[in-house]
């Protein structure tokens, strides 16, 4: 009997070491019941964990829309039991709300169109009585998490933050659950938000000259678009299309989860599980390759910018996807070339004052 504890005994050492020696670049990858894809990277050099939620949907597949970041500020404001005093009571409001903004998308005579805003103005207000705005993210806060954001490309759309290591259950419960029911609530406020940032977008000459220079390389594709959408969409938002683009796009064949840092891995599966294993099941949507048109040296695009004395000028070259062998190479070069040190051969030109700035876009 002693022989057989001490057998045992060594076993959870030998175990123990192994897990604190587990190589801190290695990415194990599993697959939840569900078909959600999950990446854990354990790193104890620090007590500290990165967690994030990765959708395959992004602008281009709701192109010019600005569905794809329409949701991901949707994704902030909870869901039927988080950031509500009532859900049963502010559902019909919830419900009226959808209808007068399917309504608006659908309606050009002005005055009508005033009418139905400020329909949208009242039920928002009785709807509002019932929300708890922030509390998702006050509750990521009261269980150690920081840094709590998201984007979207055009490809893809991230949610992410730290937390401490010993909160992990709650994160997961947190995180798994507005994956499950969110709720498009405090939608009015979010739009202004949005078409904000749309304004400042327009306002910005340098971002419009590379919209121009997008929707001139991409023609024809999804890509062409701006990842915020038109402005004719921003005035006109739709929230059964947001519903309909969350029932096809987040489901869990078409998520990733990322866990890096202060965790587990061998003993983390059972909490997934049991967490974002409840995501409705779901593959990802099958869509048509995107053949990017082919340009040549000779092609040159002129773009008028309303500065005065200031001339700028580009070249375009593809490139390399990130499933390429010759990715990593391509990305060192552009950091050769210019890096946020100012040590780039590139950078060289703006600190001996040949050129105001320059930056590479990848």
Partial sequence: MKRQITLITFCFIASLLCAQHRNPLQVIEKQLSNGMQVWLNEDHTRPQVFGAVVVKAGSKDSPNTGIAHYFEHIMFKGTDKIGTVDYLSEKPWLDSIATKYDELANTKDAIRRSQIQKDINRLSRKAGEYAIPNEFETLIQKFGGTGLNAYTSTDETVYYNFFLPHYIDQWCELNSERLISPVFRLFQGELE???EEKNRASDDVFRSAMDDIQRHIFA???YAYPIIGSTESIKNPQLSAMSEFYQRYYVAGNMGLVLCGDIDADAIM???ERT?????????????????????????FHVKIPVPVVKIAGYVLHAPTNRDPDYVPFTLALALLSNS???????SLSNSHRVMMQQPVK
Wanted: net charge neutral; charged share 15%; no cysteine.
């Fill in 193 to 195: 938000a949005v078409y």
């Fill in 220 to 222: 024809g594709t999804p």
């Fill in 270 to 272: 059972p909490l997934l």
């Fill in 276 to 300: 974002f294993g409840r995501i409705r099941p779901g593959k990802a949507p099958i869509s048509a390759p995107t053949h990017l048109p082919s340009f040549t040296n000779h092609d040159v």
């Fill in 341 to 347: 040190e100012g040590t780039g051969l590139l950078d």
